[in-house]
């Protein structure tokens, strides 16, 4: 447990202020990202503390609202770099830029009270250009800004690039369609080039 830990935060990388959080990992690891139909990018991040589970996730690089407020999406991107890989490397040896794709959800997800859901190999090679991609969710202890009580985070990976984590928010209005909006969405919003 320490040790993913330790590759949980190592693979955080950190910028100086003067890069950008978002772009450049995303065009590092040949990733797209689009605003789907009816959501607007927001001014503010949602915070990296959203689910006050006690679980610490790299924090939200990129933020989207549904216009009728009722869904909040927040983008991750996870594309370590060639030291960052060599350190992990020292302390786990067959680590890849992928492997903190499973430690970080098997970490993050309460599969206790939730269910996980496996996309199938061939919709994450046609539609999002990946190997692999999970959904899953945190057992929160209380709603982010007192409206958010339910969320889903779908984890696409890439071997040996990395993945991309998008956290899905939503109200008790969007719980029943919320399957509906992730499969509509997630193509549109983020996937990886050819």
Known sequence: MI?????????STIYSQENDYFTEPLNKMNGVFNIPEG???????????????GKTDSGIFKTL?????SILIGVIISCPDENTIKVARKYVPD????TNYINTFKNMSDTINYPVRYYATSYVK???NADKAVEYSRGC?????EKYTHNKIVMI???????IQVDF????????TIYDEIDRVLPMLVKFKE
């Open 3 to 11: 040790k993913y830990l330790f590759l949980f935060l190592i693979t």
């Open 39 to 53: 959501y607007k990018i927001e001014d503010s991040n949602i915070e990296d503390t959203w689910c006050w589970d």
């Open 65 to 69: 609202s549904k216009k009728d407020e």
């Open 95 to 98: 680590w890849t830029a992928d």
């Open 126 to 128: 046609e539609k999002l």
């Open 141 to 145: 202890t209380r709603s982010y800004k």
């Open 157 to 163: 990976g890439k071997n040996d690039v990395g993945f």
């Open 169 to 176: 928010l939503y109200t008790d209005a969007a719980k029943k």
